[in-house]
């Protein structure tokens, strides 16, 4: 009984440290399409109480995230363009960066 316990208070714990770091969802990554003119929402994880900030393009919005680590922002649309795009999201501690985003049509 003594040893469950144990291994029930460790798996807690690495929940609870990996809740903690900044993560974007992995729908996210280098080089992709994102729909043109369609408002553009970003999610992911961090520190409960984090301030997160989310760059793209010309948008800029900081969020804290929820008692959970959740957070999210809806950033307004842009029309279609070749010009790859740069996306950073950074809370204090961390930073996550993607490159070479477009914007277009995107076809499921």
């Given at each position: 009984?003594?040893s ?12 609870t ?8 969802s ?5 080089h ?29 919005l ?34 996550v ?12």
């Open positions: 009984m003594r469950l316990l144990l291994l029930f208070g460790c798996l807690v714990l690495s929940v440290s990996a809740v903690s770091e900044l993560r974007v992995n729908i996210f990554g280098d992709m399409v994102i729909q043109r003119d369609q408002p553009i929402r970003v999610w992911g994880w961090a520190e409960p109480g984090a301030s997160v900030r989310v760059i793209f393009a010309s948008r800029d900081t969020v804290k995230a929820d008692r959970d680590g959740a957070w999210s922002v809806e950033l307004e649309g842009l029309s279609a363009s070749s010009q790859p795009h740069h996306l950073a999201v950074t809370s204090a501690k961390e930073s960066n993607y490159d070479g985003i477009l914007l277009g049509d995107v076809w499921v």
